[in-house]
């Protein structure tokens, strides 16, 4: 596992990395850290290498660390995040870069250890496709932050979950035997759409848990609210039935829908 620790007070910076090396050996786990004493620094070099998750300090001199996090996450949303501070007011900072963990300080190896247990159970259930970007630039995107594939032309636009979306070379064919069928459902002709982060479905659109949302075709309805259905009571989530039909076989006069995650 690769581990980058962004900490501007060395006291704190070296007993993390103690922390995380203690894991590394006890789990059996390779671990690959580095530290760097500012945001900048990392940044210099950030690109270059491809981290499973960065331990970053809030208040740190020059750019802080919730800073830091909006710029990894304007490229980078599969990274874990985790925030360590002195004080516990950036909560809503930490939703809006999906932080992970806060970790406050003085840090508990205890804490430390047990979240690296949920990145590395993190890591091993991660998955990605690979594609071809309009510039024939090959580009990695995790699965589960995909929303909606859209047919463009001869390629794809990819909608992401709390990012722009992805110009794509592949057809919304080929997008679909990549991504197989088990949590994507076609619901247009043009849009294929991931049934894990539908929050809503009504009569002409499918909305997202981020907010975003594509169309849904009359002649596909009833087969999206039926995969969705079943994908969720599968997978052991809440469903809400928001005025259905009383009849049995009875026109469906609503919308079926989900608490966000």
Not at 229 to 258: F, M, P, V
Request: charged fraction near 30%; glycine fraction near 6%; aromatic fraction near 8%.
């Amino acid at each position: 596992m690769r581990i980058a620790v962004i900490e501007d007070e060395q006291v704190h910076r070296a007993l993390l990395a103690s922390y995380i090396k203690r894991w590394g050996t006890d789990r059996k786990v390779p671990v690959s850290l580095a530290a760097f004493a500012d945001a900048e620094s990392f940044l210099f070099q950030w690109e270059d290498t491809a981290y499973d998750a960065l331990f970053v300090d809030i208040q740190m001199a020059g750019m802080n660390g919730v800073e830091l996090a909006k710029a990894v996450r304007q490229k980078d949303r599969s990274t874990s995040l985790v925030f360590t501070t002195g004080i516990a007011d950036f909560w809503e900072e930490g939703y809006e870069v999906e932080a992970m963990r806060y970790l406050l300080k003085p840090l508990s190896e205890e804490k430390v250890r047990a979240c690296l247990d949920l990145i590395n159970e993190k890591k091993k259930n991660d998955t990605y496709v690979i594609i071809h970007t309009p510039e024939d630039e090959i580009q990695k995107l995790p699965v589960e932050d995909i929303n909606y594939v859209e047919a463009m032309g001869h390629g794809t636009r990819i909608g992401l979950m709390n990012s722009e979306p992805a110009a794509c070379r592949e057809s919304i064919s080929e997008l679909t035997r990549l991504l197989g069928t088990k949590d994507f459902q076609k619901c247009h002709r043009s849009y294929l759409c991931s049934l894990k982060n539908i929050h809503k479905i009504d009569r002409e659109r499918i909305s997202f848990d981020d907010g975003s949302a594509v169309p849904v075709s009359r002649r596909m309805y009833r087969e999206v609210n039926q995969a969705f259905i079943a994908y969720h009571t599968k997978n052991g989530q809440d469903l809400q039935r928001e005025g259905i039909g009383s009849a049995a076989g009875s026109r469906e006069r609503s919308c079926y829908g989900r608490e966000a995650r």
